[in-house]
């Protein structure tokens, strides 16, 4: 009996202690803990021996709404690793677990609930890290933290592409004290050095969303310009041995369509179609994409935009998988990849990853659709080329080359263009980018000449002073066809100066600053000349943030603009003697003043509503006149139950004549969308939304004479769109899913009455695809 008292007491005296790092007194450099076969079930649990072993990172700082205070909640994280995968335990202590936000979400969108977030720079390289957020339950959202991009909602938001999807394993449960969640993240899911001895940095934060408290273990501050340069490391990570990338993935989708045509409204046949893609790892950093026929169906409707009184082309984001993954190596300052603008491609191929300190990327695709860009017929072939380097600490260069040409009858568009992204002093970063463009539509007497274009941002980063400087430039026959510049043959300059303070932690104002920005506008060819600006403004953007994650911001604007003469080329009037008459030129707008305020108020866990209140002047370019602009766009988030979620929203635009305060325009864009969710794979959801539209008819702002435009006399016009559609989704993991949906479009007279709308389209579709991963 002595000697087994002894042989215990040798024991526990001889076992090495648990290894804690304290984020709050810089101990940022962890060797985590080795196991080499791991026996863990991810049940949110931490029952296991292995988490008795594991490091521990302790003594996390609050980052917002007050930078550099102890955190408002305690959490501890355990790491261990294994050959083959990397594994976290989290418990998220809570001195009011009642107040948890926590319902049962879909994946990617769990954020609104309180989440933790773990950050891993793979490459320890301080320019990207994969981003993975688990909530309460499990649930995930996940994507890329890229440097290079804007963060959002603020200087302490995520500069996260949630695009990427990436497999791992999560669970997460409520306790009497708080929450926990365990991760395994197996190595075959990321993209790291083939070293038998590597560094990787690590950065864990947590959201407390009932009031926006945010910490993180590693202190965070915004006087640093670069947010993965204050992560931590894990040190010494040896002999990891991932399974070789091979995923294969079918699809199948199927859809019955029918149309109204010439008063006619006919339902086609079912249409098949089956598509693969595959990837396979041909190192562990440099990843091959293929696609025959692939799937690019969207499961959710375009939230409508009001379009009256716009002078661009409006911006709808990408939603194919295809074009998602992996795409961040071809960001840069000029959107010169938006792969939207590849309509219906055939087949595909990417391949993108880094070799020692250079990114790559390529992706080729031929597209059916060519007519949306020269006309004619044939294919277009589509070759994107992209190379970055890392140089020094957190700044890159790099290169890249679009083509898109056409195969019948030789029309094309080709972009060369070179970009740096340097950090330096801590808080300063330069982004420059010097691109040129050439076009032809294949005709024998077109000619390709080079259209230059280029930018320069300059930013200072800081906790109560930054500012911002900024030059943009492209000539008039500047064009990328695999891009997304709708302004063009204009000089862009202008700035920010920013001004914040921040009240003691549990303050009733917690935050408080105003922005000062100034946007100018001028002629190429006008600016380089010494002109001044056609379009200017100056804005002031107050803010402040209250206890309770009660939040508001606004603007007060000043600013002018002066109409062209060919801006009115294809317009003329048409007087009393019914002869078309050349359109005078509208005299120029000064003063134009207006005012705008954006609340987010919490009401509760389960209650939250947000909107948009604007009064302004504005010009309106239809007509050459100064407008009067009233805008409301409330929305209302509900989350009654743990699985029902009820997002509306209503947008109304009213636009006046200034000169007499009659009316020029009205749009209402009324939204509903809910979604039940019956587990963390299992959904129904269902979206109707209407797009109504008037626009009276156009008249001269000085002679009142009615207007035409390339002949056509303006007359009063009127849109009475709904969308409906009905969704069941079975999403157990990425590249598994099943979709059932029904989608239909009405169209009729401006108003809310569906019985006064035809039928314009209509169809069920469904899509069926299982991962492979070999």
Same mark, same amino acid.
């Given at each position: 009996?002595?000697?087994?008292?002894?042989?215990?007491?040798?024991?526990?005296?001889?076992?090495?202690?648990?290894?804690?790092?304290?984020?709050?007194?810089?101990?940022?450099?962890?060797?985590?803990?080795?196991?080499?076969?791991?026996?863990?079930?991810?049940?949110?649990?931490?029952?296991?021996?292995?988490?008795?072993?594991?490091?521990?990172?302790?003594?996390?700082?609050?980052?917002?709404?007050?930078?550099?205070?102890?955190?408002?909640?305690?959490?501890?994280?355990?790491?261990?690793?294994?050959?083959?995968?990397?594994?976290?335990?989290?418990?998220?202590?809570?001195?009011?677990?009642?107040?948890?936000?926590?319902?049962?979400?879909?994946?990617?969108?769990?954020?609104?609930?309180?989440?933790?977030?773990?950050?891993?720079?793979?490459?320890?390289?301080?320019?990207?890290?994969?981003?993975?957020?688990?909530?309460?339950?499990?649930?995930?959202?996940?994507?890329?933290?890229?440097?290079?991009?804007?963060?959002?909602?603020?200087?302490?938001?995520?500069?996260?592409?949630?695009?990427?999807?990436?497999?791992?394993?999560?669970?997460?449960?409520?306790?009497?004290?708080?929450?926990?969640?365990?991760?395994?993240?197996?190595?075959?899911?990321?993209?790291?050095?083939?070293?038998?001895?590597?560094?990787?940095?690590?950065?864990?934060?947590?959201?407390?969303?009932?009031?926006?408290?945010?910490?993180?273990?590693?202190?965070?501050?915004?006087?640093?310009?670069?947010?993965?340069?204050?992560?931590?490391?894990?040190?010494?990570?040896?002999?990891?041995?991932?399974?070789?990338?091979?995923?294969?993935?079918?699809?199948?989708?199927?859809?019955?369509?029918?149309?109204?045509?010439?008063?006619?409204?006919?339902?086609?046949?079912?249409?098949?179609?089956?598509?693969?893609?595959?990837?396979?790892?041909?190192?562990?950093?440099?990843?091959?994409?293929?696609?025959?026929?692939?799937?690019?169906?969207?499961?959710?409707?375009?939230?409508?935009?009001?379009?009256?009184?716009?002078?661009?082309?409006?911006?709808?984001?990408?939603?194919?998988?295809?074009?998602?993954?992996?795409?961040?190596?071809?960001?840069?300052?000029? @959107?010169?990849?938006? +792969? /939207?603008?590849?309509?219906? =491609?055939?087949? *595909?191929?990417?391949?993108? #990853?880094?070799?020692?300190? %250079?990114?790559?990327?390529?992706?080729?695709?031929?597209?059916?659709?060519?007519?949306?860009?020269?006309?004619?017929?044939?294919?277009?072939?589509?070759?994107?080329?992209?190379?970055?380097?890392?140089?020094?600490?957190?700044?890159?260069?790099?290169?890249?080359?679009?083509?898109?040409?056409?195969?019948?009858?030789?029309?094309?568009?080709?972009?060369?263009?070179?970009?740096?992204?340097?950090?330096?002093?801590?808080?300063?970063?330069?982004?420059?980018?010097?691109?040129?463009?050439?076009?032809?539509?294949?005709?024998?007497?077109?000619?390709?000449?080079?259209?230059?274009?280029?930018?320069?941002?300059?930013?200072?980063?800081?906790?109560?002073?930054?500012?911002?400087?900024?030059?943009?430039?492209?000539? @008039?026959?500047?064009? +990328? /066809?695999?891009?997304?510049? =709708?302004?063009? *043959?204009?000089?862009?300059? #202008?700035?920010?100066?920013? %001004?914040?303070?921040?009240?003691?932690?549990?303050?009733?104002?917690?935050?408080?600053?105003?922005?000062?920005?100034?946007?100018?506008?001028?002629?190429?060819?006008?600016?380089?000349?010494?002109?001044?600006?056609?379009?200017?403004?100056?804005?002031?953007?107050?803010?402040?943030?209250?206890?309770?994650?009660?939040?508001?911001?606004?603007?007060?604007?000043?600013?002018?603009?002066?109409?062209?003469?060919?801006?009115?080329?294809?317009?003329?009037?048409?007087?009393?003697?019914?002869?078309?008459?050349?359109?005078?030129?509208?005299?120029?707008?000064?003063?134009?003043?207006?005012?705008?305020?954006?609340?987010?108020?919490?009401?509760?866990?389960?209650?939250?509503?947000?909107?948009?209140?604007?009064?302004?002047?504005?010009?309106?370019?239809?007509?050459?006149?100064?407008?009067?602009?009233?805008?409301?766009?409330?929305?209302?988030?509900?989350?009654?139950?743990?699985?029902?979620?009820?997002?509306?929203?209503?947008?109304?635009?009213?636009?006046?004549?200034?000169?007499?305060?009659?009316?020029?325009?009205?749009?209402?864009?009324?939204?509903?969308?809910?979604?039940?969710?019956?587990?963390?794979?299992?959904?129904?959801?269902?979206?109707?939304?209407?797009?109504?539209?008037?626009?009276?008819?156009?008249?001269?702002?000085?002679?009142?004479?009615?207007?035409?435009?390339?002949?056509?006399?303006?007359?009063?016009?009127?849109?009475?769109?709904?969308?409906?559609?009905?969704?069941?989704?079975?999403?157990?993991?990425?590249?598994?899913?099943?979709?059932?949906?029904?989608?239909?479009?009405?169209?009729?007279?401006?108003?809310?009455?569906?019985?006064?709308?035809?039928?314009?389209?209509?169809?069920?579709?469904?899509?069926?695809?299982?991962?492979?991963?070999?």
């Amino acid at each position: 009996m002595h000697a087994l008292l002894f042989s215990l007491a040798v024991t526990v005296q001889t076992a090495p202690p648990v290894q804690e790092y304290s984020g709050r007194q810089g101990q940022l450099d962890v060797e985590p803990t080795r196991i080499e076969a791991p026996s863990i079930s991810v049940d949110a649990r931490l029952d296991e021996p292995e988490w008795e072993s594991a490091v521990r990172l302790v003594d996390f700082t609050q980052y917002t709404p007050v930078e550099g205070a102890p955190a408002s909640q305690q959490t501890e994280a355990r790491v261990f690793y294994s050959p083959d995968a990397i594994y976290f335990g989290i418990r998220m202590y809570d001195t009011e677990p009642e107040n948890i936000r926590v319902h049962l979400l879909e994946r990617d969108r769990s954020q609104s609930d309180d989440w933790i977030r773990i950050m891993l720079d793979t490459f320890n390289d301080e320019r990207q890290a994969y981003t993975f957020f688990i909530s309460p339950l499990g649930i995930q959202s996940d994507g890329m933290w890229l440097e290079s991009i804007e963060p959002r909602g603020g200087p302490t938001g995520p500069k996260v592409d949630f695009n990427q999807d990436f497999i791992f394993e999560s669970d997460g449960r409520v306790t009497d004290d708080g929450w926990v969640v365990e991760v395994r993240i197996p190595y075959v899911s990321l993209r790291f050095p083939e070293a038998e001895v590597q560094d990787w940095g690590l950065q864990i934060a947590r959201g407390v969303m009932r009031n926006n408290y945010k910490s993180s273990w590693a202190p965070l501050t915004v006087n640093a310009s670069s947010v993965l340069g204050q992560s931590g490391r894990l040190r010494s990570l040896r002999g990891l041995e991932p399974q070789r990338l091979i995923e294969v993935n079918p699809v199948a989708t199927g859809k019955l369509e029918g149309f109204r045509e010439s008063g006619v409204f006919d339902r086609g046949d079912v249409e098949p179609e089956v598509g693969v893609n595959a990837r396979i790892g041909i190192t562990q950093n440099l990843v091959l994409d293929a696609t025959v026929n692939p799937d690019f169906s969207q499961v959710e409707a375009d939230v409508d935009q009001v379009q009256v009184n716009e002078r661009f082309a409006l911006f709808f984001p990408e939603k194919r998988p295809f074009f998602l993954e992996g795409m961040e190596v071809f960001r840069t300052a000029q @959107p010169l990849v938006h +792969t /939207r603008r590849i309509i219906d =491609p055939i087949a *595909g191929a990417k391949l993108t #990853g880094k070799v020692g300190a %250079f990114s790559v990327g390529y992706l080729g695709a031929v597209d059916e659709s060519p007519t949306s860009v020269f006309g004619g017929t044939g294919d277009a072939v589509v070759n994107l080329v992209r190379a970055r380097a890392d140089v020094g600490s957190g700044s890159t260069v790099g290169v890249i080359y679009t083509d898109r040409t056409v195969t019948s009858g030789g029309g094309f568009n080709r972009v060369l263009s070179s970009d740096a992204r340097l950090l330096f002093g801590g808080r300063y970063t330069v982004n420059t980018q010097v691109t040129g463009t050439w076009t032809s539509d294949g005709a024998p007497s077109s000619t390709a000449e080079l259209a230059p274009g280029f930018t320069v941002d300059f930013v200072r980063s800081g906790l109560n002073f930054s500012y911002a400087a900024r030059l943009y430039d492209t000539s @008039p026959d500047f064009q +990328t /066809r695999t891009g997304f510049i =709708p302004r063009t *043959g204009d000089t862009e300059w #202008g700035g920010r100066v920013g %001004f914040d303070l921040f009240g003691e932690s549990g303050a009733v104002v917690e935050t408080w600053g105003v922005d000062v920005v100034t946007n100018n506008f001028t002629r190429h060819d006008e600016f380089w000349d010494g002109g001044s600006p056609y379009e200017y403004e100056i804005e002031l953007h107050p803010n402040v943030a209250l206890r309770g994650n009660h939040r508001a911001n606004g603007i007060l604007k000043w600013g002018g603009f002066n109409f062209r003469a060919e801006d009115f080329a294809a317009h003329q009037i048409l007087p009393d003697n019914g002869t078309p008459e050349p359109y005078p030129t509208p005299p120029n707008l000064t003063n134009i003043m207006g005012i705008m305020v954006r609340p987010n108020i919490r009401f509760s866990n389960s209650a939250s509503a947000s909107g948009t209140i604007m009064f302004r002047e504005i010009p309106l370019f239809a007509e050459g006149s100064l407008g009067w602009e009233n805008r409301l766009g409330p929305s209302l988030q509900l989350q009654p139950t743990e699985q029902l979620r009820v997002e509306t929203s209503y947008t109304w635009v009213r636009l006046e004549r200034a000169s007499d305060g009659s009316h020029f325009s009205t749009a209402h864009i009324p939204r509903l969308r809910l979604q039940y969710q019956f587990s963390k794979a299992l959904l129904v959801r269902g979206i109707g939304q209407y797009d109504l539209e008037v626009r009276r008819a156009l008249r001269h702002p000085v002679t009142g004479d009615p207007v035409l435009i390339n002949g056509v006399l303006q007359e009063e016009r009127e849109r009475g769109n709904f969308t409906g559609q009905l969704l069941v989704s079975f999403e157990p993991s990425p590249g598994t899913i099943f979709f059932l949906g029904y989608s239909r479009v009405m169209d009729g007279p401006y108003g809310l009455q569906l019985d006064r709308k035809e039928l314009l389209q209509d169809g069920f579709f469904m899509k069926l695809s299982y991962l492979f991963r070999m």
